[in-house]
């Protein structure tokens, strides 16, 4: 009897994970299209946008680094809204979303602290200056870094979800202040050109071409997100298999 028990549970568990693992790819057609896309929007940008006449073509790294900073808003933004219905609901797909949009937050503010210098170097002579963006977005990476750090830290599954929904939550909190930084401090930062109240301070075919970027980036952002909480279901599916048995 114990024999055919821990046959019956080692079969649903297979079951799980067989539905976990091969109803849907990781990686979907969102993601191809999504790559598709930023390639597009690569090819426009540098061969079929004009070169600033200030800047040279230091300034079409703008096309990349402004998406980017957006979609990683986006990603936090989400992580912080799934962390409040976690800690509302105790669901853990809303943990397991959080966690999948946190990882992809990371991967664009990475790539906003990478082509910021790379932009920064021929326009203002440094790398790098302790400007009040440039510093916040430093210090938002930090805690991104620092919510994956925890999560990876604690074995206790609702504990682990309940301090990083806490540590979510503030650090999206820092998001309005980064953007609205060079409003607040002195800062060698740029007044922003599209996100103001008055009309785009931007040729067309440069506004176009930010647009496509723009649109890339989110699709990309949101494919990430998709593939990353899909990984996150094969995981946890996995490990209650072990678990169930371990039991056994």
Known sequence: MTTLTAETQSRAGDSRLSDATTDRPIFGWLFVVAVICMAGSYVRAIYFTPIEALQGAAQKIYYLHVPAALSAYLSLSITALM????????????????ESSGEVALVFLSAVLTTGPLWAKPIWGAWWTWD??????????????????????????????????????????????????????????????????????MPNDMLITFLSFFGSCLLLCIALVRARYRYGVTRDALRLVESEGAGS
């Open 83 to 98: 962390s409040v219905v976690y800690l509302w609901l105790h669901d853990e797909r809303a943990d397991r979303l959080a």
């Open 132 to 201: 009040a963006r440039l510093t916040l977005t430093l210090f938002l990476w930090f805690l991104t870094a620092g919510y994956l750090v925890l999560r990876g830290a604690i074995d206790d599954g609702a504990m682990r979800a309940r301090y990083s929904a806490v540590l979510g939550i503030l650090a999206a909190l820092l998001i309005p202040f980064i953007h609205l930084s060079v409003y607040l401090f002195r800062t060698l930062h740029p007044m922003p050109i599209l996100l103001k109240p008055s009309r785009p301070s």
